[in-house]
């Protein structure tokens, strides 16, 4: 792994996060403008053209956008249409609800995930591996507004342990992590147990063996090892994954995140606001990816050797 | 047999059957096999491919796998290696039986340096809190001179995809030096390297055989190692041991027609002949294999006995045989 390697892959982070950018500015033009959201369909000619100059919207979309890159470039993001306030400052406030949510997600799903695929693994065709398998089948074939949907009907509506909607105390966190955790812990489960059964037939297993090591000594320190690395590699998958999660657990439970945040805005054309979570997301992926990367390279030496050879 | 009596066999397979649960209709491929290695010896254990000599190797230290059963008896140190509690089968393998495979470089661990592969060896045979790290060091890099690789203070911090294809077995039977065992099994360790390559790994395994008074199995399908190589072989053929004996008697007058099959079908420098000849047919799968002899359909001395019963041992001094009709002085094979 060398120094000019790694610029490269910066610079080609850079140019994603731009192109993401640009393809949701576009878009987000090209359907529509805040207009009606802001005005209401009462609205006068006159206050109508007054309020697309003011948010410059009377320009052509080229112009526009040249005005957004150079703005960003000096590090203003744009003024959040519907709030008056800085776009950055609206996301911002709504990012440690999102943060939250995701920690306790991820660390869940990593414990749960990883581990019951190893047991699944390690006790392959036994009734253990059929029985976390069943979940995680289940788990990983219902999209996770269905989960959500089901246990808002069992927790809150059938039994009423549980707030549906809302946050504040530590219940209500429940059924949003949940949802996020049930779905994603079931892939990473899967992925975990595939990658380790992979790993387990390999002929350098009976290796470990032959030269003495007792079978959990050759999983802890050959096994584990190497199923890391397509663990791994889904890490970059994984952010995508939670992101999308947020998203859609926060409309159904009504979370004041980000991920509510960001469909309010889409359905608003509240542009600015947009853009700017875009660009955390675009921004939160890269960083993954190349994060990822680097670590593939650790865990791999195969793979440095070959990078460090282009 | 009569001749090594002198010494107690190191290890003695006793009416070994295997078999793979789901597979072959239930049949074992490998049926009955017995044989003895003496200490400090190298038995040549021969046949075509699909014979059973792998399945014969892995039984020993028991690494068939989950799917895998075995019948009969592997004695070593008076202890059954089939039958032993788990943690005793794990003590033998390493330190007393030791393995050595085909394709080295897919049996060494790509992740982990070689140093450390060795030394992980090294650290089960020794008092682990009793040693500093830089003594297993000093040691792996002294085995690794042994079995002959150039350089190998770098070599520990490589790779085995770093390395070639000899030298990854090197290592790799250094890594099984490291427990200092008394048998190694060496499941045709030179079939996937060139000649020249293939002698001098032949070559540091009899050395290592005498310097360390080491028994060797040595797996191969190559007469010419086994001629080289070994003092006594095994030929087999479909799950079934077909003869046994000093080398030259066996490969001199083999009483086996499966042998002198085997010895005409390979390429000789002493005799010049018309045409190589092969043994036609295949060998059969496991589900096929008659009661009696593997080989009768392809058999040039073939009687009416041959499929249906099991040819009983004939024993001549030296070496055995399981054939009704053996191969008589001045026979072809054609
Ligand atoms: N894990 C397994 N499951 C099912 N059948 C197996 C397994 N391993 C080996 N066999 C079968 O056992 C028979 C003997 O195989 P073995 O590998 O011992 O042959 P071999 O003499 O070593 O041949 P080769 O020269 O190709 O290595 C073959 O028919 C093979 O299909
Ligand atoms: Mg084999």
């Known amino acids: 792994m060398n120094s000019s390697y790694l610029i490269r892959k910066v610079l080609r982070a850079m140019l994603t996060v731009l192109m993401v950018t640009t393809f949701v500015f576009l878009i987000l033009r090209l359907s529509g403008d805040p207009t009606v959201s802001v005005l209401g369909l009462e609205a006068s000619p006159e206050a109508v053209e007054a309020f697309r100059a003011k948010w410059g919207l009377d320009q052509p979309v080229r112009v526009q956008y040249f005005d957004f890159i150079k703005n960003a470039l000096h590090g203003d993001l744009g003024v959040s249409i519907l709030e008056g306030k800085p776009a950055l400052e609206t996301v911002a406030a709504r990012l440690p609800d999102t943060l939250i949510l995701m920690i306790i997600t991820t660390v869940l799903t990593f414990v749960v995930g990883i581990s019951s695929g190893l047991l699944a693994s390690l006790y392959h065709n036994s009734n253990k591996d059929r029985i976390i398998m069943l979940f995680a089948v289940a788990g990983y074939s219902m999209p996770t507004f269905v989960v959500g949907v089901l246990l808002v009907m069992f927790f809150s509506v059938t039994l009423g342990w549980l707030p549906s909607s809302g946050s504040g105390t530590w219940a209500h966190f429940i059924l949003p992590v949940l949802t996020m955790t049930i779905v994603e812990a079931a892939i990473f489960a899967r992925f975990t147990r595939s990658a380790m059964l992979e790993v387990l037939y390999q002929p350098y297993m009976k290796t470990a063996l032959a030269k003495g090591l007792s079978w959990w000594q050759a999983v802890r320190r050959h096994a584990l090892p190497n199923a890391a690395i397509p663990v791994v590699t889904i890490m970059g998958f994984w952010v995508g994954l939670i992101i999308a999660g947020a998203v859609i657990t926060e409309s159904i439970f009504g979370w004041p995140g980000v991920g509510r945040l960001l469909v309010y805005s889409v359905k608003h054309r509240d542009y600015n606001v947009v853009q700017v979570i875009v660009i955390f997301i675009s921004c939160s992926m890269v960083i993954t990816n190349l994060t990822v990367d680097i670590l593939y390279g650790l865990l791999d030496p195969r793979v440095s050797v070959v990078k460090g050879d282009q | 047999m009569a001749a090594n009596q002198k010494d107690e066999p190191l290890l003695e397979i006793k009416n070994l059957s295997v078999g793979f649960n789901g597979a072959h209709k239930g049949k074992p ?17 021969v046949g075509e491919s699909g014979s059973g000599k792998s399945v014969t190797c892995y039984s020993v230290v028991r690494l068939l796998g989950e799917r895998g059963w075995t019948e009969g008896e592997v004695i070593f140190d008076n202890k059954d290696t089939l039958s032993c509690l788990e943690s005793d089968i794990v003590a033998i393998r390493g330190r007393e039986i030791a393995m050595i495979f085909q394709d080295a470089q897919s049996f060494l661990n790509p992740v982990q340096t070689v140093g450390s592969q060795l030394t992980e060896a090294l650290m089960l045979k020794k008092d682990l809190e009793k040693r500093s790290s830089d003594i297993f060091r000093k040691e792996a890099v002294k085995l690794l001179t042994e079995v002959g690789i150039p350089d190998p203070e770098r070599r520990m911090g490589e790779y085995p995809h770093q390395l070639s294809g000899g030298q990854n077995q090197r ?44 028994a060797i199995i040595l797996v191969t399908h190559d007469l010419g190692v086994i001629a080289e190589t070994c003092e006594r072989t095994v030929v087999m053929y479909g799950g079934k041991v077909m003869e046994c004996g000093p080398v030259e008697d066996v490969l001199v007058n083999p009483k086996h027609p499966y042998t002198l099959g085997l010895l005409s079908s390979k390429p000789r420098i002493d005799k010049k002949v018309k045409k190589l000849n092969t043994i036609e047919g295949v060998v059969p799968s496991p589900e096929n294999f008659p009661e009696g002899c593997p080989f009768y359909d392809r058999c040039i001395n073939v009687t009416d006995k041959c499929k249906d019963i099991s040819p009983p041992i004939v024993i001549e001094g030296m070496r055995h045989y399981f054939c009704f009709n053996p191969v008589k002085e001045g026979m072809v094979w054609k």
Request: with cysteine.
């Open chain 2, 29 to 45: 491929v490998v049926c009955g096999v017995s044989m003895k290695v003496h200490p400090g010896e190298i038995l040549g254990l």
């Open chain 2, 171 to 214: 290592v790799m039977i250094a890594i099984m030096l490291a427990g200092d065992p008394r048998l190694l099994i060496a499941d045709e360790p030179t079939t996937a390297l060139d000649v020249t390559i293939q002698a001098q790994i032949l070559r540091l395994l009899k050395k290592l055989c005498k310097e360390r008074n080491m």
